[in-house]
C-alpha cells in the first residue's frame, strides 16, 4: 500500500515509543515532509493474564505494560503536539479500552487481564487532563471492541477489519464538542445475548 501510494504516505518507523529521544527523533523526521498533523493515534498495547486476581500481577509486568500502553501515549503526545497544533483537526485518539471502565468493573469480574485494565484506566484519565489543558483539540479516549488480534485472541468479538472501520468512522466525524470523551465503537447489528458483556451500540463509556 505505501509503495503504491506515491508521495501520499510516508513509513516512519519509531523504534521505541516509550523513549522520549527515540519519539522526537521520529518527529524530526516528519517535519522533513510536513509542518503539521491533523490526527494522532496511540495505540500501543501489551497485555498479560493473571487468573489468580489483582495479587498475582507482578511489579515487573505491571511496570512493562504501564510503559507500553500509557508512558508511550504520554511522550509520544508530548512530542507531537507542536505539530499538532499547526494542523486543522488537531485530533488525538487514544485507543483504550472499556476494560479500562471502573463503573464497569462488575461486569468484567472474570476477565484476567488486570494489569491491562489499570493501564487503560490510566489512559482515560491522560486523554481528560489533555482535553482540559487543550480545549481547541478533540482528544479522545476510544474502546475499538475486543478484537481477534494477537492481544485479543482469536476468541475475541469481531475481526479487526470491522473494529478498524467503526474506528474511522468515530475519528472521521469527530469534533471538538466531543474533546475529553470515552466512546465506544458502533457495530449495527451487534446482539449482547450469549456474546459477553459487550454492546456495541456507540455513544459514551462511563468513567
Known amino acids: 500500500m505505501i509503495d503504491a501510494s506515491g508521495d501520499r504516505i510516508v513509513n516512519i518507523v519509531i523504534k521505541d515509543v516509550t523513549n522520549e529521544d527515540s519519539v522526537q527523533g521520529g518527529v524530526s523526521e516528519i517535519q522533513k515532509y510536513t509542518s503539521s498533523l491533523d490526527v494522532l493515534v496511540n495505540n500501543a498495547g501489551q497485555g498479560s493474564f493473571t487468573p489468580d486476581g489483582v495479587r ?50 462488575p461486569l468484567h ?6 494489569a491491562y485494565n489499570i493501564t487503560k484506566a490510566g489512559m482515560n484519565m491522560l486523554t481528560a487532563l489533555y482535553a482540559q489543558d487543550h480545549e481547541d483539540f478533540t482528544f479522545l479516549a ?5 478484537l481477534k488480534t494477537d492481544l485479543g485472541s482469536q476468541s475475541a468479538d469481531l475481526p479487526v477489519e470491522v473494529g478498524v472501520s467503526s ?41
Open 56 to 105: 498475582s500481577v507482578k511489579a515487573a509486568d505491571l511496570r512493562e505494560i504501564l510503559n507500553t500502553n500509557l508512558v508511550s501515549a504520554q511522550v509520544v503526545t508530548a512530542a507531537f503536539l507542536p505539530l499538532l497544533e499547526s494542523g486543522k483537526d488537531k485530533k488525538v485518539i487514544n485507543i483504550s479500552s472499556t476494560l479500562g471502565s471502573i463503573s464497569r468493573i
Open 109 to 114: 469480574a472474570k476477565t484476567p487481564t488486570h
Open 142 to 146: 476510544v474502546s475499538p471492541g475486543w
Open 167 to 207: 474506528l474511522k468512522d468515530i475519528i472521521l466525524k469527530a469534533d471538538r464538542s466531543q474533546n475529553g470523551k470515552f466512546l465506544n465503537i458502533h457495530v449495527p447489528g451487534w446482539k449482547k445475548e450469549e456474546k459477553g458483556p459487550e454492546v456495541y451500540e456507540g455513544g459514551e463509556v462511563p468513567w
